[in-house]
């Protein structure tokens, strides 16, 4: 059975469980990692909900576990109010952590319309959006710190073979268990490369051929139709000198002719796959036309 969860509650609560060789864990690995996934979890929040802050405290569960429960505090109370309260720290930490250790029983789903996270017999079901927010969470400096810091204190303690995030609901089926040989992997993994770009550029091409599909007769936003670089695209024409010759009967169109022009392609950032998008295209320049095959005249 599949339990479908919608964290738009007053709390969450993650289940942090130990695997340890002896009949508990050390003090100081057990102080020092709920210090480390405090922070970690704190970092988290920050990027989901930048107009919020969490407390979290820790409840002792069964033997090797302790409970972690979540509660909003106001930063921005007027964003508090007008929004419903959405924790959403372990649907986001596992999709750090499966970026990072392979596991078969964490699975996440993106489709049109949502960002599914599924573990054990549980299903959360975000947004799209929710996608963009996960990969700025994976690549935020703060979450990485606290991530390795986290590890750092575990990987310090010999007796500790492997930790575990689950959820209360199910608290004896593992959900991402890391075990000892994976320490060091997220002990050790290197900051995501940040590169400032901007979210809208323009990129202008010199002199390009674009076959002509469709031409408009005068000025104006209407757009032509060109075939470039092996795709269809519309675009305006903004050269008076070129509208001045096709006004005075300098040029004759037909289907196929070619345009060389200077083309200017205006990019939208693509935040999930890190690219530009080509979003709408410009002609500031015509130079040269040449006719295609012989067939009726657009113009």
Not at 43 to 52: C, W
Not at 70 to 81: G, M
Not at 94 to 117: E, H, P
Request: glycine share 4%; hydrophobic share 40%.
């Amino acid at each position: 059975m599949t339990l479908e969860i919608s964290y738009e509650s007053s709390g969450e609560e993650i289940l942090l469980y130990f695997d340890t060789k002896g009949a508990g864990l050390n003090s100081q690995t057990f102080g020092n990692a709920l210090i480390h996934f405090d922070e970690l979890c704190r970092a988290i929040d920050a990027v989901v909900n930048p107009n919020r802050e969490i407390e979290v405290d820790f409840v002792r569960s069964d033997q090797g576990s302790i409970r972690a429960i979540f509660r909003v505090v106001a930063k921005d109370t007027r964003s508090l109010l007008s929004a419903p309260v959405t924790m959403l720290i372990m649907p986001f930490l596992l999709g750090i952590l499966v970026n990072r250790v392979t596991s078969d029983s964490v699975n996440i789903v993106v489709n049109d319309s949502s960002y599914i996270v599924e573990y054990g017999n549980e299903r959360v079901v975000l947004p799209k959006s929710s996608e963009i927010v996960s990969k700025r969470a994976e690549r935020d400096p703060s979450v990485s710190q606290t991530l390795r810091n986290f590890f750092v204190s575990v990987d310090s303690d010999p007796d500790v073979k492997a930790v575990d995030f689950r959820s209360p609901r199910a608290p004896d089926k593992p959900v991402i268990p890391i075990t000892r040989d994976k320490f060091a992997v997220l002990r050790d993994a290197p900051d995501i490369e940040l590169i400032d770009h901007p979210q809208d550029r323009e990129v202008s091409h010199h002199k390009v051929p674009m076959t002509v599909l469709t031409a408009v007769l005068e000025k104006s936003k209407r757009k032509w139709q060109f075939l470039w670089a092996g795709q269809k695209v519309y675009a305006d024409i903004r050269d008076d000198e070129f509208f001045e010759k096709l006004a005075n009967h300098e040029y004759e169109f037909g289907q196929g002719d070619v345009l060389t022009v200077d083309l200017v392609v205006s990019q939208r950032l693509n935040e999930i796959v890190g690219a530009y998008e080509n979003v709408s295209f410009h002609v500031t320049k015509v130079h040269d036309h040449a006719r295609g095959p012989k067939q009726g005249t657009l113009l």
